[in-house]
């Protein structure tokens, strides 16, 4: 009987050449694993035909109110980081219907968008609002960047993120509004079917400063907030620092896994307690 070789299949950190992973969920249809170097949670098996996954894009539609509002108090905070914002340019990646465009073009900015989505492309259009539907057709850089709520949506976090940076000038500045899934039950959320049709990857908190630190951005302004969103602005301090190096620190310690359901007991156990003593209280208010 001839001697054969059988290659194992080599799964990749989505573009990186990290090869160091665990394994989370594995179903038949997809495989969720989690990188020991960069901590980035993917997966690598999609079902493309899924309606979920084709029209996953299509939820963006609506703007509440209260993110133009929140969006304003970001621009302020921008303003008060960079004193000299007058006729500078500012890109939207995944712009939706051009709403913040609009915003921003009222403070004197020169505003363009990204939104990959062609419903929501015309919608743009329609404004008058510069918008591109493909990043390679951008062959300018900018001032500014802001994104919202995109890069769960997004196909490939590291490559997008990189040609983010690229488009930014030096000393400009990155303003990320998103989720991140250090207190989540990401385990319950992977098995979800329709979730995750729509979700490439899961970003948790030092994923998102471990890639921050590796393209070389300064953070001059971090929040990350109890219902698990973030807000970020940090400043492009020159040309990329590295960002396909073999030689990357290990961060797996950073990463347990178990710290997620840890965290997720103690709030818990926070919270409950506040349920019973809030009910001594009301107990004693009315003897």
């Not at 990186?16 to 980035?40: A, E, F, S």
């Not at 329609?126 to 493909?134: A, D, I, R, T």
């Not at 926070?270 to 019973?276: A, E």
Request: with cysteine; hydrophobic share 35%; proline share 2%.
């Amino acid at each position: 009987m001839p001697f054969r070789m059988y290659k194992k299949k080599i799964s990749y950190c989505l573009n990186h050449k990290h090869v160091d992973n665990k394994i989370l969920v594995n179903t038949q249809n997809y495989t969720w694993r989690m990188c020991n170097l960069c901590g980035l949670i993917y997966s690598d098996i999609k079902i493309k035909k899924h309606r979920n996954y084709l029209t996953k894009l299509k939820i963006f539609d609506n703007f509440k109110e209260s993110n133009s509002i929140e969006f304003e108090k970001i621009l302020k905070r921008v303003k008060f980081l960079d004193h000299n914002t007058n006729k500078k340019k500012w890109f939207d990646f995944g712009c939706g219907t051009g709403n913040e465009l609009k915003i921003v073009k009222k403070h004197n900015l020169i505003g363009t968008g990204f939104e990959p989505n062609k419903r929501l492309f015309k919608k743009c259009k329609k404004k008058n609002l510069e918008v591109y539907n493909k990043l390679k057709d951008i062959k300018k850089t900018f001032n500014f960047i802001f994104t919202r709520n995109t890069f769960k949506y997004v196909e490939n976090f590291p490559k997008s993120i990189l040609s983010l940076s690229k488009l930014l000038e030096d000393n400009g500045l990155l303003i990320w509004r998103d989720k991140y899934f250090d207190y989540m039950p990401i385990k319950r959320y992977m098995r979800d079917v329709d979730e995750t049709m729509v979700t490439s990857s899961f970003l948790k908190k030092n994923t998102i400063k471990f890639y921050l630190f590796h393209l070389n951005f300064e953070i001059l302004f971090s929040k990350f907030y109890l219902d698990e969103s973030f807000l970020i602005i940090a400043k492009k301090k020159g040309g990329l620092k590295r960002n396909d190096n073999y030689n990357l620190p290990k961060l797996s310690s950073f990463f347990n896994y178990s710290n997620f359901y840890i965290f997720t007991i103690l709030r818990k156990i926070l919270f409950y307690s506040y349920l019973k003593l809030k009910k001594v209280k009301s107990f004693f208010y009315e003897k």
